[in-house]
């Protein structure tokens, strides 16, 4: 009785998450706002484990944190005063939306399809794998592969990075394609060559997340391209269809992810598949939450049911890595970052324990509320740029990277991964060249008409 007690006030935690989120769209008028987004994320988040899986205990005092912590996040946005800057952006006008159509975005979009491909066979092959494999028994070879990484036998070379670059880079600009265009068929093309790149990385290479993340980097394109237009309605129930039915079509390809990464080849066993996918299903997609319980139990001296490492003051180590690495980085994280499993029963397994984790490590309980202050206080920063002006490079490569950023924290900070500044960077100086291209195609043709 106490756990449902306790797995009850944890529901209604997560449902005044999502009161905050409605409270500021109410404010600003829109849920395409970071706080509301954010929000809106952290319900999702908390509500689906919460209630599929009713019957695993959980701590509600860890999804309290998550709301004090998201709510310090939603608090950097008051100094700012959004009703001018939705009423500056409502004055963006078509011209403004055409700018992200142009034939240098597009020649951009097919080069990173192809150089997507290209560089993730090459790693591949780089690997000890031939073509025959790759191409005709991808199950196999992405069950190797997996196995490789978590024994951290695979290096980060240049061949990688452009690979794991050029798959997320593609969506992007499918992203801003996909919205600019009413075609059914040319929707349909440019979603196909979004995914596909990602689609390939995650059937070769059992690497979930790089499906996950590229669904992130598109969504935000569309979300930036919506603000442009000023049409800020979120979502309908056109949408949502849609969105299911996609996830619908990519859950053969995930679940056969799910089992070549447990080696497992006995496709005549039905029983043992379905127990291998519920298992993996649960533990990917609900482990993180009910992990980060037990963690913030551990940490707030109550009864864990793992015993984890005392790692505290590494002072930005866990969020922030690769910068760290950069400059004088002594710390190697295992397979996963944490080494501590958290497991229940038969039905979830993980070392994920979201982005707070981390945090606490880094910055202790009080010291990650400041953290989101500091770091909300900084994206709604460059929001605010992006609705008040009009071709404001950074401010827009920043949103998408922000958009991703909010659907990492789930699992871990995706500022610990090398790709996330290099696609910050890469984009501001992409959508800075697109925007001379473009000034400069339109003065060229107001010249010859001129003649």
Known sequence: MIEVIMKLFAISFSFLILAQAYLIKRYV???????????????????????????VPINPLSILYILICVSAFSLSSLPFNWVLAYKTNAKKNIHDLHIFNSKFLKFLFYIFFLSSIIFSTVRIRSCGFDLYSILF???????????????????????????????????ILGGLFFFNHHNAMKRFVILLISFVPGIYFMITQSSKLVVFFAIGFFCAAVLLMK????????????????????????????????????????????????????????????????????FFSSYLGIISETNYISDFNTYGYYTFTSIFDFF?????????????????????TTNI??????????????????????????????????????????????????????????????????????????????????????????SQNHRKFHK
Not at 32 to 47: D, E, K, Q, R, V
Not at 151 to 168: D, K, R
Not at 337 to 342: G, R, V, W
Request: with cysteine; aromatic share 24%.
């Open 137 to 171: 028994n991808p199950i196999e070879t992405s069950g190797r592969f997996a196995a490789l990484r978590g024994h951290g036998q695979l290096e980060n070379n240049i061949v990688g990075v452009i690979a794991i670059f050029s798959t997320y880079a593609t969506p």
């Open 29 to 55: 008028g829109t849920y395409i706002f970071p706080a509301s987004l954010f929000s809106l994320a952290w319900f999702l988040f908390t509500i689906i484990p919460l209630v599929t899986l009713f019957f």
């Open 353 to 442: 324990y979201t982005i707070y984790r981390g945090l606490i490590y880094d910055f202790g309980g009080i010291g990650t509320v400041i953290f989101m202050f500091v770091i909300g206080s900084i994206i709604h920063f460059f929001f605010y740029l992006l609705l008040a002006s009009k071709n404001s490079s950074i401010a827009c490569a920043f949103f998408i990277v922000t958009i991703v950023f909010f659907q990492g924290t789930y699992l871990y900070s995706v500022f610990m991964a090398r790709y996330m500044y290099l696609i910050l960077i890469s984009f501001i100086i992409i959508f800075w060249i697109n925007n001379k291209y473009f000034f400069w195609l339109n």
């Open 328 to 348: 004088y980085g002594d710390k190697i994280f295992p397979p996963g970052i944490f080494e501590e499993y958290y497991s229940y029963s038969n039905i979830l």
């Open 227 to 294: 603000i442009y237009s000023n049409k800020l309605i979120l979502f309908n129930w056109h949408f949502i269809v849609k969105f299911v039915g996609f996830i619908l079509i990519l859950l053969p390809l995930i679940s056969v992810s799910f089992l070549s990464r447990d080696g497992f080849s006995d496709f005549n066993d039905l029983e043992r598949i379905i127990d291998i996918l519920l298992s993996s299903f649960c533990s990917y997609s609900f482990g993180q939450l009910y992990a980060f319980s037990d």
